[in-house]
């Protein structure tokens, strides 16, 4: 890890150690949310206090009541300037709350709005390890450990240099049955996802970000719980499903769901995470290091379709382009 993230992760230990927080929020939104989201899954398992993820707006107009000076707030924007999170920080900051940004740019109106800023890198050659998802897993892991200490949290932190390894042997791992899918599926217009656990916000981000903004390809994340309760119905022999078999305490809802889809569709596409590489991480940390590979294997079947339907990822209708 780079010395500056280092002194930028022992800086907020510092503040949150010994304090008192009676609860912890994470805000932002698309793609940011659903990692974020992961956070507030883990935090829900882990801590004693309790959590919560918000779309940045509703987090402003909700105004929950229990938002004050024994709060922390995480917040994240790839660019640091998505208007809606630099607005939910200066509401959060102005209740008092101890607030955290995540982005690429620390000189961004979001990192400006915060207390404290987290920088990853992109793009640049870096170690997984400073990017994205490594940055906010040791962030993450870091406010466990302040609020909380744990050997295993010790251990995290520890193993995530492992990360970028990971993800090469993953991506390579699942490389051609990606693209294959790709082939498989380039004229559909819809294609559904299913998960559960913490990787319901993979199959969010799946469907809302990578299918419907990048490929504008109809989609719906169905949480595996949820399927039997009104969306199985749409299920047939020529309805695609992305299901991804999550590593987790949630799996036999997971299982549950590719069973049925199985016997009435003939495009189904499980992507089991218990089948990636995890060398060099304890068995008891597999939960946790799962939602960091698994983005990076799915992007691949988002970058299939692109190749096979000839729709570059980049291609926008509308973002960027007007005023919304």
């Known amino acids: 890890m ?39 899954y883990f935090s829900d398992r882990e801590m004693l206090i309790p959590s919560k993820s918000y779309t940045s707006n509703e987090f402003i107009h909700r105004n929950p009541a229990q938002l004050g000076e024994k709060s922390v707030v995480i917040l994240r924007s790839h660019s640091g300037d998505t208007p809606e999170t630099v607005e939910a920080a200066n509401f959060a900051r102005k209740k ?9 740019d620390m000189q961004s109106p979001l990192c400006e709005a915060v207390d404290h800023s987290i920088h990853y890198n ?81 199959a969010y981000s799946f469907s809302s970000c990578l299918l419907m903004e990048m490929l504008w390809i109809n989609s719906n994340a169905i949480h595996s719980g949820e399927y039997f309760h009104g969306p199985f119905e749409i299920t047939d022999y020529d309805v695609p499903f992305l299901i991804i078999k999550g590593e987790g305490p949630s799996q036999s809802l997971d299982n549950r769901a590719i069973n049925f889809a199985e016997k009435f569709s003939e495009k189904v596409e499980i992507v089991d995470i218990s089948k990636l590489d995890y060398t ?38 509308y973002m960027w382009k007007m005023d919304y």
């Open 2 to 40: 780079k010395k500056k993230h280092v002194e930028q992760l022992e800086t907020i230990k510092k503040e949150l150690e010994g304090r008192e927080v009676h609860n912890m929020y994470f805000v932002a939104c698309g793609g940011s949310l659903a990692i974020l989201s992961v956070g507030d």
């Open 96 to 104: 008092g709350a101890t607030t955290i940004a995540i982005s690429m």
């Open 122 to 202: 992109y793009k640049d050659d870096s170690d997984a390890i400073d990017g994205e998802v490594g940055m906010f897993y040791s962030l993450l892991f870091t406010v466990f450990n302040s609020l909380n200490p744990d050997e295993k949290y010790e251990r995290v932190l520890s193993q995530l240099n492992s990360l970028d390894k990971l993800i090469k042997i993953n991506k390579d791992l699942t490389y051609n049955r990606a693209f294959e899918f790709g082939r498989e599926n380039k004229r559909e217009k819809t294609i559904y996802t299913i998960a559960s656990g913490a990787y319901y916000y993979d």
């Open 280 to 317: 060099g991480i304890d068995e008891d940390l597999k939960e946790y290091f799962g939602p960091a590979i698994s983005g990076s294997v799915l992007r691949q079947y988002a970058e299939g379709l692109a190749e096979h339907t000839g729709h570059p990822l980049s291609v926008r209708r």
